[in-house]
């Protein structure tokens, strides 16, 4: 090959390497749990990524998962500039592969059960043999509070009762609506949704659990602290009492998101710890 042409071809080769750099420098990848399907996941943090996006000057791209192991396989390769995931995932998160929690929402919510109202039943001690329908297995406001409650009562779920993994909370819902399921363990919060406001008055809460923190969101340990603090005041900003950000605060049901760091969730860590002890 001829120099001008190894020349060329090499300077083409770094133009493109440039622009493919700058492309990077510009976007920031948001991972967001598979808590429902990947089209419902993006629909839903579309508005936030795009505040994001014109609050930090760079575009911010919402991503998901087909599964939650699948997504938990990406936080370990570290495929996400940003993360928004249950405390008990953040854990593996901070674990395994250095993210550091930056913000959470407010305020915490319970985790419960469900019945029809129909149904008579009015206990847990009721539900002993009966079916159940959950959000996942690993959900700690999907199904392990409300697992640990049976056990308190004497109930093995998983032997007790025949429970069925759902993947969604309103899955679970409309399944305890359709009599599919006698049971349903879900985030208590779901049901303040305008889709559930009509029937939710059919619905009895035979459990209700202590309070529950919001997903934190969590940054990679490489990011810039620069930015990282850009992304605190950018989220922290969003306010019931602006219009326009009021909107994405209904979305998720809280009223606002606070600034968090891996100390205050390690204080969490070790309080579930204490009370798994117990």
Not at 155 to 160: G, L, S, T
Request: glycine content about 8%.
């Amino acid at each position: 090959m001829k120099l001008w042409k190894v020349i060329l071809f090499c300077f083409f080769f770094i133009s493109i390497a440039g622009a493919m750099t700058a492309q990077g420098a510009n976007e920031l990848k948001l991972g967001i749990i598979p808590f429902k399907t990947p089209r419902v996941v993006r629909a839903l943090y579309l508005p936030l990524a795009s505040y994001l996006g014109d609050a930090l000057g760079v575009n911010v791209r919402v991503l998901t998962a087909g599964s939650y192991e699948e997504y938990m396989e990406n936080v370990y390769a570290q495929h996400y500039d940003i993360i928004a995931l249950g405390s008990s995932f953040y854990f593996n998160a901070h674990d395994k592969a250095g993210y550091q929690a930056i913000a959470r929402g407010y305020p915490p919510f319970h985790a419960g059960i469900i019945v029809l109202k129909s149904s008579g039943v009015r206990s847990l001690e009721q539900l002993k043999g009966k079916s159940l329908a959950a959000v996942t297995k690993t959900g700690r406001g999907g199904y392990k509070l409300q697992k640990r409650a049976l056990l308190k009562k004497g109930i093995d779920p998983e032997q007790d009762m025949i429970v069925t993994f759902k993947g969604d909370n309103d899955s679970v819902i409309f399944s305890v609506l359709g009599g599919e399921y006698l049971a349903g363990a879900i985030r208590l919060d779901t049901l303040k949704r305008p889709l559930f406001a009509k029937i939710k008055e059919t619905l009895r809460v035979v459990y209700r659990s202590p309070r529950i923190q919001q997903f934190p969101f969590a940054v990679r340990a490489d990011i810039d602290p620069a930015l990282s603090v850009k992304i605190v005041k950018a989220l922290t900003s969003l306010t019931m009492e602006r219009p326009e950000t009021a909107g994405i605060l209904k979305n998720f049901h809280i009223k606002g998101f606070e600034e968090a760091n891996t100390d205050d969730l390690e204080r969490l860590r070790k309080k579930r710890q204490k009370d798994a002890i117990k």
